[in-house]
């Protein structure tokens, strides 16, 4: 069992900044690949980014490109996902995702269907005004 708790969401305005946090409790935190994920209010939720099991390896949703940035500390049990230059549209609820990486062939792959991830946080809020 894992579980995920965010945190980090609030109200700010456009082109300001947030750093999301997600703490993980339960498996070795090194043997997930994690995810971030978000749903606006009306919309399905969407993948945003992803980083492997070996933190070397990243990805992110067209949309978000050169303004997020996902990072995962092993030592602090924790990912993250600063993101710059925020607009309007990145309002949304985020979650973050763990992937348990059981073959060593997915030790360095990302994953970014929502169906690839075995646990799920219960998302923090994050508004961003005009």
């Known amino acids: 069992q894992v579980q995920l708790v965010e945190s980090g969401g609030g109200l700010v305005q456009a082109g300001g900044s947030l750093r999301l946090s997600c703490a993980a409790f339960?498996?070795?935190?090194?043997?997930?690949?994690m995810g971030w994920f978000r749903q606006a209010p009306g919309k399905e939720r969407e993948f945003v980014a992803a980083?492997?099991?070996?933190?070397?390896?990243?990805y992110y949703t067209e949309s978000v490109k050169g303004r997020f940035t996902i990072s995962r500390d092993n030592a602090k049990n924790t990912l993250y996902l600063q993101m710059n230059s925020l607009k309007p549209e990145d309002t949304a609820v985020y979650y973050c995702?763990?992937?348990?990486?059981?073959?060593?062939?997915?030790?360095?792959?990302?994953?970014?269907?929502?169906?690839?991830?075995?646990?799920w946080g219960h998302g923090t809020q994050v508004t961003v005004s005009s």
């Open positions: 980083v492997s099991r070996s933190a070397g390896n990243t």
């Open positions: 339960g498996r070795t935190f090194s043997s997930y690949a």
């Open positions: 995702a763990v992937h348990l990486v059981t073959f060593t062939s997915e030790i360095t792959r990302v994953f970014t269907a929502q169906g690839e991830y075995d646990y």
